[in-house]
């Protein structure tokens, strides 16, 4: 579903009373000029937020913009700073198609493995091991800003990638991480009550849920990167498209509390 991304730019200009809002860079798709933005919070732990990689996954971008102010006052309660990046694709988002208006992919392409001498994968297979890993410097034009923004700072305590799967059918989350497990059953189990959790389901011709409903898979995304920086929980989140706005917004809020919640252990915080 198109978006006004305008619009959606003056809502995030309207949060500059409640965070530093930055355009990190611009980007032109179609003839259109385009902001990208960065909401900074500050803090004693952080928090990094991606949303907005794919253009018909409308419901990260939606719930950042819609729910900043309580997501802030959340954060704020236990010291934890937020670093957000609401809608990486604006062009994707206004047009409500998966890649940008040039047809680029924007998700991925933030690092390459090595797996033998001279030879680069931007994904492992299962098990795969590698010589190792490099920053890649290629890639759409929305992709190389965010990353050249994302790497200017300290890996953070947690990393939260907010996408939606708008290809498998009916209601039902699912998520992709890395870290520990036992940390996330708690939001898969909250999420339960808006949508069906996918438990040891195939969502893709590589990927089963585990009976939790997550995945391990090093795919070259900013969520792999983030492990690779040894950033101790990054997750992306999925709602299928098919799951209704409000249950969508629901189960995005329960991952980004849970996570500013995991962001701010150590600091006193419970």
């Keep these: 579903m198109p978006h006004n991304y305008q619009e959606y730019a003056r809502r995030i200009r ?104 001279g030879v680069w994968k931007g994904e492992l297979n299962r098990g795969e091991s590698f010589l190792r890993w490099a920053l890649y410097e290629g890639g759409p034009k929305e992709t190389r800003a965010v990353r050249s923004d994302i790497v200017r700072y300290p890996a953070p305590d947690a990393a939260l990638d907010i996408h939606q799967d708008n290809y498998l059918p009916g209601s039902a989350t699912y998520a992709y991480t890395f870290g520990d497990k036992s940390a996330y059953r708690p939001f898969m189990e909250a999420a339960s009550a808006y949508a069906r959790v996918m438990r040891e389901e195939k969502v893709d011709e590589v990927n089963r849920t585990d009976p939790d409903g997550l995945i391990e898979y090093n795919d070259g995304s900013v969520t792999d990167y983030f492990l690779r920086c040894g950033v101790p929980y990054a997750t992306a989140l999925e709602t299928t498209t098919r799951t209704p706005l409000e249950a969508s917004h629901a189960i995005n809020l329960i991952w980004i509390r849970g996570f500013i919640d995991l962001a701010a252990r150590g600091s006193g915080s419970t």
């Design 14 to 117: 309207a949060y500059a009373d409640l965070a530093e809002v930055n355009e990190y860079a611009r980007v032109v798709e179609g003839g259109v000029e385009y902001p990208l933005f960065r909401l900074t919070v500050p803090g004693e732990r952080w928090l990094v937020i991606t949303s907005g990689f794919h253009g018909e996954e409308p419901a990260g971008p939606l719930t950042l913009c819609q729910y900043f102010e309580d997501i802030v006052t959340y954060a704020r309660e236990r010291r934890v700073g937020l670093r957000v990046y609401p809608c990486i694709n604006p062009s994707g988002f206004e047009d409500g198609t998966r890649y940008n208006r040039s047809g680029e992919k924007p998700n991925n392409d933030f690092l390459r493995y090595e797996t033998a001498p």
